[in-house]
């Protein structure tokens, strides 16, 4: 089986303090899986983050970490949260398996290994995985665009903005709104300006291609980006970025007064999110900057 093909079928974190164990659980789920190992509990926490596997392998017992703090910390890391763990362990009492489902286990896993039982549980629970990923997917995307909704860019907002209360590092926000779109609608109908929305939302992706960047339809014809660690020069970069790409659509618009295309105004704020200030903050020093791009003249960025 390729490489792949392995990592369709699901990436596996094994975390064990015996090297025989996770030789054993190689050799079984190798051929079928994308396998990454860890010794202690510190090494998965970060290839946990790092690698985000679909599914963890995690014995109870271990020096340092043991398994039900490495899964306490998952459970309270939102990077991780969702990732499902089994608890791999000799401990076979009931308390042990009740512990292990109360700290965030889904299921538990006796050693000595029954192989079948352990690639038949591994399959059921890397199946859920797919499914919640889908379930999550479609309640985080807009239906019309594909990218992310507003609340998913929330959800994101939320987690950017306290990792970089943490690291101390410049967050920046840039709101988007289409010039004139409800006389674009009037002119056009709304199955056109649905596909104007599409056209648009495609152009805007390429703008900001880093992985911990996000496009969302903020609302109606908004759409907002969010760029971790960007400082304001970076910001209204992606901002001439974005007029560039929407301009090059050369979408008609008859009835814009500002061109005989479709254009967009765009508002970029930056902030060094600190204790005491407010995620709202930033949110509306962006929308400020987009009401003075509209009301000097549309077509163009303003940025604080």
Known sequence: MSWDDQARNGRIL????????????????????????ALNGEKALQLAHDQQPDLILLDAV?????????CAALRASPGAQDIPIIFVTALTTPEHETRALEAGAVDFITKPFNMAVVKARVRTHLTLKRQSDAMRELTLTDALTGIANRRSFN??????????VRSGTPLSVIMIDIDHFKNYNDAYGHQAGDHCLQQVANAMR????????????YGGEEFVVLLPNVEASGAETVAQRILLEVRRLAIPHRMSTVSDIVTVSIGA??????????????IRAADRELYEAKESGRDRYSAA
């Open 62 to 70: 271990m020096p340092g970490l043991d398994g039900y703090e490495v």
């Open 14 to 37: 094994i975390v064990d303090d015996a090297t025989e164990n996770i030789q054993m659980l190689s050799h079984v789920l190798g051929e079928e899986h994308e396998l990454l190992f």
């Open 206 to 217: 390429h703008c900001a291609g880093r992985p911990p960047d996000m496009l969302a339809r």
């Open 269 to 282: 704020a930056t902030l060094a999110p600190g204790d005491g200030l407010s995620p709202e903050i930033l």
């Open 155 to 164: 959800d994101a907002f939320d987690n950017e903005w306290r990792r970089c």
